[in-house]
């Protein structure tokens, strides 16, 4: 699997931002997906994830209520609506697959590029 993220930019805070990652190769709809981001000077973390089937989702506690991932198995593409966003949102964002949902908030396999996103005070 092939993964691409975009939508990165510049969002004051409080404004509300959606990321989205295409996927291309086989059986997109067999992986769990996820996103993590990494800020500066800090580890790469957990932020969200999907199960497979798009039916169970788990958050990073700080974003809980605030982000939103999703799948359209259909179109091989998955989001990260993000809102009521904060200066310590501010990461490069990743997105990332992984065959196992269980696993996914500690790994993944596959992993896209990088999208930053600055949430500007």
């Known amino acids: 699997v092939q993964l691409q993220a975009s939508g990165g930019g510049l969002v004051q805070a409080g404004g509300s931002h959606k990321l989205s990652c295409a996927a291309s190769?086989?059986?997109?709809?067999?992986?769990?997906l996820g996103w993590f981001r990494q800020a500066p000077g800090k580890e790469r973390e957990f932020v969200a994830a999907i199960s497979r089937g798009g039916d169970t989702t788990k958050y990073k506690d700080s974003v809980k209520d605030r982000f939103t991932i999703s799948r359209d198995n259909a179109e091989n593409m998955f989001s990260l609506q993000m809102n009521n966003l904060k200066p310590e949102d501010t990461a490069v964002y990743f997105c990332?697959?992984?065959?196992?949902?269980?696993?996914?908030?500690?790994?993944?396999?596959?992993w896209g590029k990088g999208t930053l996103v600055t949430v500007s005070s």
């Open positions: 190769g086989r059986a997109f709809s067999g992986y769990a």
């Open positions: 990332a697959a992984d065959p196992n949902y269980l696993y996914i908030v500690y790994r993944a396999k596959y």
